[in-house]
């Protein structure tokens, strides 16, 4: 985990100093990562590359719902979130 965290940190310490920060459009295709979200945002975060595929966008209808009823429950909306979102950037 160290060398993870030393990674994350020289990277962005460049990116900052080189002023290399972009922004990233909203995605006009869905994507389900080969791997869960929390792993593919440690990728993400150490510039490694994410396998994923393309599917059709979920249709649950109830997600906003659910997630806004656990509003006060953390671990809930991480669950939600993390379930939804396997692929970071959608």
């Excluded at 909203?26 to 393309?54: G, H, M, N, Y």
Aim: with cysteine; glycine share 2%.
């Amino acid at each position: 985990m160290t060398g993870f965290v030393s990674r994350l940190r020289n990277q962005l310490v460049n990116a900052v100093e080189g002023r290399t920060f972009s922004t990233w459009a909203a995605p006009r295709t869905w994507f389900e990562s080969t791997s869960d979200c929390l792993t593919s945002i440690r990728k993400l975060a150490a510039d490694e590359q994410v396998d994923c595929i393309e599917v059709t966008p979920p249709a649950e209808p109830a997600f906003f719902h659910n997630l806004q009823s656990a509003s006060r429950a953390p671990q809930q909306r991480i669950e939600l979130l993390t379930a939804r979102y396997s692929h970071p950037l959608n």
